[in-house]
């Protein structure tokens, strides 16, 4: 099992920025993929970011490339989201996820891809 706990969420204007992190205990050595979903009222939850925990190897969702960059820190085995030049449409419900099965090829972006998920934390942008 691995436990994983947002924070840094909150209300923001468009333009700003936020930084969110994830922290993982428990059976943390059995993480290879760290990821950020999001998920908007009445919207179906979607890929943001990942990283690989042993390598500094990351993939993006194209909505937000460029303007978010994600990275960790083993030692606190805390995943970041340093969300820039945010805009409305960023508004969501942010969740933390980790896979614990081995990865092979290309990054996972499926919800189903993943086996563990944090409570998330809210991201509003006002306009």
């Known amino acids: 099992q691995v436990q994983l706990v947002e924070s840094g969420g909150g209300l923001v204007q468009a333009g700003g920025s936020l930084r969110l992190s994830c922290v993982a205990s428990?059976?943390?050595?059995?993480?290879?993929?760290m990821a950020w979903f999001r998920q908007a009222p009445g919207k179906e939850r979607e890929f943001v970011a990942a990283?690989?925990?042993?390598?500094?190897?990351?993939s993006y969702g194209d909505s937000v490339k460029g303007r978010f960059t994600i990275s960790r820190d083993n030692a606190k085995n805390t995943v970041y989201l340093q969300m820039n030049s945010l805009k409305p449409e960023d508004t969501a419900g942010y969740y933390c996820?980790?896979?614990?099965?081995?990865?092979?090829?290309?990054?996972?972006?499926?919800?189903?891809?993943?086996?563990?998920w944090g409570q998330g934390t809210q991201v509003t942008v006002s306009s």
């Open positions: 990283i690989r925990w042993s390598t500094t190897e990351t």
């Open positions: 428990g059976r943390t050595y059995s993480m290879y993929v």
């Open positions: 996820a980790c896979r614990t099965r081995p990865l092979f090829g290309t990054f996972p972006r499926r919800i189903t891809e993943y086996d563990f």
